[in-house]
């Protein structure tokens, strides 16, 4: 039996959904010769520690008995216990665990992520983090990075592996942006209103305005072009903003929660200026061709594939030359903490598979 140790940085929305399905799935791991436990879980300020790995118990547990912690106090108690394979799950949105990533690789860790930060570093410090899991012969995985549980990222390295020549990638990436549009557009509810409900359904970021930046999509369009080899930074993609200039990153997060009803009156216009037959979207592009990467509003016929979009669906057309003006299209929901969470587990699967 293959044995897994995952310590889990963050228990939110998307780490506390992990850890119950890694829980839940422990006989269709026995079925893979698998045995996966999680000894660690942490939050920003406290860890709880368990030799055995977490139980059903795990939130009384956290509670109770976790403890403030430095990373180096993690990474000692996992080399005591002489553990083969130890992965760390970052289910944060956090730039200061992204710096500590290159210790807890050449520490041995392996990384699987759904904090897209790593990946939309600049592209150098990019470089360097990738030599470094060469060097140490250690696996990073982020699926969940793009489309949370859809196969975006599979799916495009797949192509690009097989030398096939991808010249447009084109949706909807956002699902949050995706529930916010879809509801504003057809229901008698304000912005605001509506941009409330989609963090309470766990679609958005942590800070909402790393959505209505446009930052979350910038990030997946780099993402994805970078995995087509190209060296861009996140300032070569073009975004249109939906953040007005006195709620950016100058103002914390509670004031931008306090006024958030200051969006409404700009976007009742946009609202107003629509046919009846038109809805809001909001669209990431990449012109391989043209080397352009963009992030804009658009209105859309609701007949389109991006028109008709649900929920909190994403849509991601990927353009190739076999596939000619029809692309290949994955469809899904594009944000939520049961599909993000099982992304991550079906990346443990894959990363099991490897080592
Ligand atoms: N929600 C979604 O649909 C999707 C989310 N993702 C990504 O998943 C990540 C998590 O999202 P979500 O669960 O919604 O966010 P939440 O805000 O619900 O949870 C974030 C968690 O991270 C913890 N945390 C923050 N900083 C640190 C740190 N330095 N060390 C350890 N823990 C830390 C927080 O702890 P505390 O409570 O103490 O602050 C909290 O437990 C984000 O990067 C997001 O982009 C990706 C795809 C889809
Ligand atoms: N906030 C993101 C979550 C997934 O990456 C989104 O809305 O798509």
């Not at 897209?116 to 699926?143: D, G, I, M, P, S």
């Not at 970021?205 to 190209?230: C, H, M, N, W, Y």
């Amino acid at each position: 039996m293959k044995k897994v140790q995952l310590i889990l940085f963050g228990i939110g929305n998307v780490g506390s959904t992990f850890i119950n399905q890694i829980l839940e799935a422990k006989e269709i791991f026995k079925q893979q010769n698998l045995a996966v436990e999680i000894p660690v879980i942490v939050n920003s300020t406290t860890a709880f520690f368990k030799d055995e790995g977490v139980d059903q118990s795990w939130k009384a547990n956290f509670k109770d008995f976790s403890l403030p912690y430095r990373l180096e106090d993690i990474v000692q108690f996992v080399q005591s216990k002489k553990w083969k394979n130890v992965v760390v799950i970052d289910a944060t949105a956090s730039k200061q665990l992204v710096a500590n990533y290159t210790f807890l690789v050449e520490n041995g860790f392996h990384i699987i992520a759904a904090n897209k930060v790593a990946n939309t570093l600049a592209y150098e410090e990019y470089a360097y983090f990738k030599e470094v899991l060469k060097e140490n012969n250690t696996h990073f995985l982020y699926e969940t990075n793009v489309g949370a549980g859809l196969p975006v990222i599979e799916t495009l390295k797949s192509l690009y592996n097989s030398a096939e020549k991808i010249t447009k990638i084109r949706g909807v990436f956002s699902g949050s942006l995706s529930y916010i549009f879809n509801t504003f557009s057809e229901e008698d509810k304000s912005f605001s209103k509506v941009l409330t409900l989609a963090k309470e359904k766990g679609f958005t970021e942590p800070d909402p305005r790393t959505d209505l930046s446009g930052t979350d999509v910038a990030r997946k369009l780099l993402i994805l072009a970078r995995e087509l080899q190209f060296s861009y930074n996140l300032e070569d993609v073009k975004v249109k903003s939906l953040v007005p200039f006195h709620l950016t990153a100058t103002t914390s997060v509670t004031t931008f929660q306090e006024k958030i009803t200051d969006l409404d009156e700009e976007f009742e216009s946009l609202k107003a200026k629509l046919n009846e037959n038109e809805v809001l979207r909001y669209i990431g592009e990449f012109d391989v061709e043209q080397e352009v990467l963009e992030v804009k509003l658009v209105s859309e016929q609701k007949q389109n594939p991006l028109g008709a979009l649900q929920g909190a669906d994403a849509l991601f057309e990927i353009y190739t030359e076999s596939y000619g003006n029809q692309p290949l299209v994955i469809q899904g929901a594009g944000a939520g903490a049961k599909v993000t969470a099982r992304g991550l587990v079906s990346d443990v699967v894959k990363l099991a598979e490897r080592i």
